[in-house]
């Protein structure tokens, strides 16, 4: 019997701690380090902590093992200490885990010269504010409380672009406490914060609003508080945020757009991504000559007799902060019923016509979608399409549109191979984050590949469903070009990092390679389809993306998804042929990768050592898997 077996026999191994410092080059400490620890075992359920000020981690390991340990950190290369071993209880110090700089682009230009790898344009990872570092992380006084439900009560002045009103939260305690955290910027006023009709006190740091409660909140126990703000948003980010125009007859068009900066640049909320209300209400006043346009299944509309008239929307389902929106025009109306599911579109009076014409691609795109991964994930609230006057957002059972009744993305074929001129792009990517994005939502921002890669990877698949496998694969690789390969997909966790875009392209290039691996479409779709299914309606981190592919498919493919999500560049396959002597190995960036790869009618699993074999196959048999696998290839 092993010594490891022994003491677990015997009862006799207690708690071991590992404990380390994160230093760079210059032997100067680095705050702030995502540190994870994971079995060798099962590397796809590690445990993260971050380093204190001082730059010192300490994990506590609950069973004797063999264990790694990683560090990231931002304008860093990851690094990682393997073949840890803990035998009994005590500690093990790593001492200084050292972190180089991500390398400049001359030396990756350099690096990639020497594989005949192209030079993306820069790109590079920014450093985290203080807002980032308050919002990224889900704080004590973010988890000690689980949302229940959000009542946003809101009135909106188009003049004066004003809003006001209210939210009302209720959320339960997981643990005692007398402080929670809710999110509004500074901004917008904090009128008041009520619970059981009293004030409430508060203090605000960057975006932060901190609650404080005058006796003891309960673990178990349920509350609600009802916070009044105010305010004129400012507009900011990629589409504005919330935003005051006017459409081209001089009416009033006022619209959201807030994953980038958040939603609490509009309205008060847990501005985080792991936590969703299971309902919500949203209530909206605005002048009588106009209508809003929000997520959920419409209620009423209310005359207030003073001018307004306010729109009351249900949403059934969870939700995340940033799908939350306000659509508010001279609104046309009109819809359909598809299947049981109620499509309703809201457009410009001007553009009707058009619409009705465009929109008439929506059913099909319903019916690819579940053809893969199942029924319209928000049935009871319905699926509207609303114009807007930029390009267009995944906002949950209320996508809007700004793609000019057209075709192509903008006017252009977005992959520049023939097939995006057959259908609207908006139309078919937006409304595929209903399944991915909105129904299966990552838990931080940094696993945004999750809600990215997946649904440009649906494009794909809406492709193939449409019109064949071949324009599948055309499309598919017709995405290479506008993959950079200058930063990893996934970049620190709980910084509120913005991933690179490499995480729509990149991030479904590797889910087609995934199916070649695979070699098996039955099984591929299965497990898409299951994965989707099980994950509805949940948050996640790619590590349980990786655990459940793992144990789906009874293969460690943990190698795989950390060298295409974890680092900067693709496996590179190198090649020897000589008089049917052929010789290959994998090169890359991560230890063990093993990816199987179909060549011809052989099927070879390289590793990071050379291999031998005796076969026939071609230069030109290797050069023919690139269409099957986002790898490059070196022959010689």
């Excluded at 400490?29 to 079995?39: D, E, F, K, R, Y």
């Excluded at 599911?341 to 929506?362: G, I, N, R």
Aim: proline share 6%; glycine share 6%.
């Amino acid at each position: 019997m092993s010594l490891l077996a022994a003491l677990l026999l015997a009862g006799l191994f207690q708690t071991a701690t590992i404990t380390g410092t994160v230093t760079n080059t210059a032997t100067a400490v680095i705050p702030g380090a995502q540190v994870t620890l994971a079995p060798s075992d099962h590397p796809a359920a590690p445990i993260t902590v971050t380093t204190a000020q001082n730059g010192t981690f300490s994990f506590a390991a609950q069973k004797p093992g063999i264990y790694t340990v990683c560090v990231e950190a931002q304008v860093f290369v990851r690094n990682c200490v393997e073949n840890i071993v803990v035998t009994q209880s005590g500690g093990t110090s790593l001492g200084a885990i050292e972190l180089k700089l991500q390398p400049t682009a001359t030396q990756a230009d350099a690096s990639r010269a020497n594989t005949g790898r192209p030079n993306p344009p820069p790109e590079i990872l920014k450093p985290p504010t203080a807002d980032d570092l308050l919002r990224g992380p889900n704080g004590p006084f973010r988890a000690n409380n689980d949302l229940l439900y959000y009542h946003l009560d809101v009135r909106v002045d188009p003049e004066k672009k004003f809003l006001s009103g209210k939210n009302t939260i209720r959320f339960k305690m997981l643990a005692d406490g007398d402080r929670i955290q809710i999110d509004l910027v500074q901004t917008l006023a904090v009128e008041k914060i009520l619970f059981d009709g009293a004030p409430l006190k508060y203090t605000r740091e960057e975006r932060a609003v901190y609650i404080d409660f005058p006796k003891k909140l309960r673990k178990g126990k349920t509350y609600s508080i009802d916070f009044f703000y105010s305010g004129a948003p400012v507009e900011g980010g990629r589409f504005g945020g919330l935003t005051f125009k006017t459409d081209t007859a001089g009416r009033p068009w006022i619209n959201t757009a807030c994953e980038e900066e958040g939603a609490s640049v509009w309205w008060p909320n847990k501005d985080q991504w792991r936590d969703e209300p299971e309902s919500m209400d949203i209530s909206v006043a605005v002048p009588n000559a106009l209508t809003d346009v929000s997520n959920g299944r419409f209620v009423s509309k209310v005359d207030l007799h003073d001018g307004y008239t306010q729109w009351n929307y249900h949403v059934s389902y969870p939700i995340n902060n940033y799908d939350v929106s306000l659509n508010i025009g001279a609104y046309a109306h009109f819809g359909t019923t598809h299947k049981g599911l109620t499509m309703d579109y809201y457009v410009l009076p001007e553009d009707l016509e058009k619409a009705k014409l465009q929109f008439a691609q929506a059913p099909a795109m319903i019916d690819a979608y579940e053809h893969y991964f199942g029924e319209y994930p928000f049935l009871r609230d319905g699926y509207k399409l609303i114009e807007v006057p930029y390009a267009g957002m995944e906002h949950q059972s209320a996508v809007t549109y700004g793609n000019h009744f057209a075709n192509g993305y903008l006017n252009r074929d977005w992959t520049g191979v023939g097939i995006s001129p057959r259908f609207d792009f908006i139309i078919i990517h937006e409304s595929g984050h209903e399944w991915f994005g909105n129904a299966v939502t990552a838990a931080d921002r940094s696993d945004m590949w999750i809600h990215e890669g997946f649904t440009t990877y649906l494009e794909c698949l809406y492709v193939e469903y449409m019109w064949g496998h071949a324009d599948e694969v055309t499309y598919v690789n017709a995405l290479k070009k506008k993959v950079h390969n200058k930063l990893p997909i996934i970049p620190p966790h709980d910084r509120n990092a913005e991933p690179p875009q490499d995480m729509y392209f990149k991030g479904a290039l590797f889910l087609n390679t995934l199916r070649s691996v695979l070699h098996d479409d039955k099984e591929w779709f299965a497990l898409i389809h299951d994965f989707y299914q099980t994950y509805q309606y949940k948050t996640l981190m790619t590590e349980d993306v990786v655990k459940f592919f793992n144990d789906r498919t009874s293969r460690d493919l943990t190698p795989v998804f950390n060298q295409y999500l974890r680092h900067t560049e693709i496996p590179l396959l190198e090649v020897k042929l000589a008089d049917g002597n052929i010789q290959y190995r994998w090169q890359t960036d991560e230890f063990g990768f093993a990816m199987p790869i179909q060549v011809g009618s052989r099927m070879l699993t390289p590793t990071n050592r050379w291999q031998n074999t005796t076969s026939p196959l071609t230069k030109a048999d290797f050069e023919a898997i690139k269409q099957a696998y986002y790898i490059d290839i070196k022959i010689d």
